[in-house]
Nanobody, 120 residues
Framework: VQLQASGGGLVQPGGSLDLSCAAS????????MGWYRQAPGKQRELVAA???????NYVDSVKGRFTISRDNARNTVSLQMSSLKPEDTAVYYC???????????????WGQGTLVTVSS
């Protein structure tokens, strides 16, 4: 099982960027999925998470600006980011709780990280 993230890049303040993450491999089911970020010199923080039935929650600093969504048929999770600020600059990681085929419980899986830089 692996998670493959894509979509990072350089964007000006006030701009928008979309991140996407696809899970692949011997997947039986996927529970919660989410996006974390880690800025230089800071701890990794949860940005947004979404349950298998579509309930989402966000860290206060991105509420109203970011939208998380998922496609259960394609095993993907996306993060639409708008009104980006310099303080959103970080490496963004996707995360998913995945039960493998033949397994009995969910395990935590991480994508490789994608850099988002918000700068003029």
């Amino acid at each position: 099982v692996q998670l493959q993230a894509s979509g990072g890049g350089l964007v000006q303040p006030g701009g928008s960027l979309d991140l996407s993450c696809a899970a692949s491999g011997s997947i039986f089911s996927i529970g919660a999925m989410g996006w974390y970020r880690q800025a230089p010199g800071k701890q990794r923080e949860l940005v947004a998470a979404i349950t298998s039935d579509g309930r989402a929650n966000y860290v206060d600093s991105v509420k109203g600006r970011f939208t998380i969504s998922r496609d259960n048929a394609r095993n993907t999770v996306s993060l639409q980011m708008s009104s980006l600020k310099p303080e959103d600059t970080a490496v963004y990681y996707c995360n998913a709780n995945i039960r493998r085929i033949g397994g009995f419980r969910e395990y935590d899986y991480w994508g490789q990280g994608t850099l988002v830089t918000v700068s003029s």
